[in-house]
């Protein structure tokens, strides 16, 4: 396990610690071996910090995307993978090009997301918090 090198009295030992089991030591001392109890043991701490995460809800019906596009209007897509951090225009919302609809959040950078034409929003496929991938529909105008 972990070598030492001790002078007692100007003798030299070389000692190497072999196991630790409670407060009993195997150690072995310039080649014989010992058993050796051991008193006021320190209990050392870990410096690495550990990690607790929040727990992820078992039903995620509500954070699913719904994929389906309708043939009557205009798609707006994610054009890479993120998460929708702000949703700015709701159904019903007249937009003009190149007004934001909503802000998503990519690669720790805020995206806005904008109309690619004049008209009225008649969905909105996503919600703030949602998870998205390339290419899904996030929104539809007419």
Known sequence: MKKYKFTIRG?????????????????????????????NKEIKTSKTPTIVRANVPVDRKDSK??????????????????????????????VKKG???????????????TAEKDGTIISMKVKEGDTVLQNDVLAEIE
Do not use: C, W
């Open 11 to 39: 003798n030299d030992y070389d000692v190497e610690i072999k196991e630790v089991e409670g407060n009993i030591a195997k150690i072995e001392v310039n080649g014989t071996a010992y058993e050796v109890q051991i008193h």
């Open 65 to 94: 995307i719904k994929k389906s596009v309708s043939s009557r209007g205009h798609s707006v897509k994610a054009p890479l993978p993120g998460s929708i951090f702000k949703v700015l225009k709701q159904v019903g919302d007249e």
């Open 99 to 113: 007004d934001a609809i909503l802000i998503m959040e990519a690669m720790k950078m805020e995206n806005k997301i």
